[in-house]
């Protein structure tokens, strides 16, 4: 049974760092495409940033240059790095985990087929 277990939310002021973690438990996240995902009130879920199996990434346009994700095959353990977090990154950020080794250059919600239960991100200016 695959599980998705986040980690590292919390509330910070504008300008402040997050680390967020994912740890992955039936799953070996070396082989497949995992991103981290994030959705506010009242909006859709939106892609933050992926990474493949080739350790070739993607980042939304809005966290590019703030935002760094990685992973550790080791400890089978997807992490995001958030710099100069902003107000408008408030959201709920979930962990995904996807049957491909490839993400492609826009990963969608229905392309991964595991889910985190999300961690909350608040973010005051």
């Known amino acids: 049974q695959v599980q998705l277990v986040e980690s590292g939310g919390g509330s910070v002021q504008a300008g402040g760092t997050l680390t967020l973690s994912c740890v992955t438990s039936?799953?070996?996240?070396?082989?497949?495409?995992m991103a981290w995902f994030r959705q506010a009130p009242g909006k859709e879920r939106e892609g933050v940033a992926s990474i493949d199996r080739s350790y070739s990434r993607t980042n939304a346009d809005s966290v590019k240059g703030r935002f760094t994700i990685s992973r550790s095959n080791d400890k089978n353990t997807l992490y995001l790095l958030m710099n100069s977090l902003q107000p408008e990154d408030t959201a709920i950020y979930y962990c995904?985990?996807?049957?491909?080794?490839?993400?492609?250059?826009?990963?969608?919600?229905?392309?991964?087929?595991?889910w985190g239960q999300g961690t909350q991100v608040n973010v005051s200016s």
């Open positions: 995904a985990a996807s049957l491909y080794g490839q993400c492609g250059s826009n990963p969608r919600p229905n392309n991964f087929a595991y």
């Open positions: 039936g799953y070996t996240a070396s082989r497949y495409c």
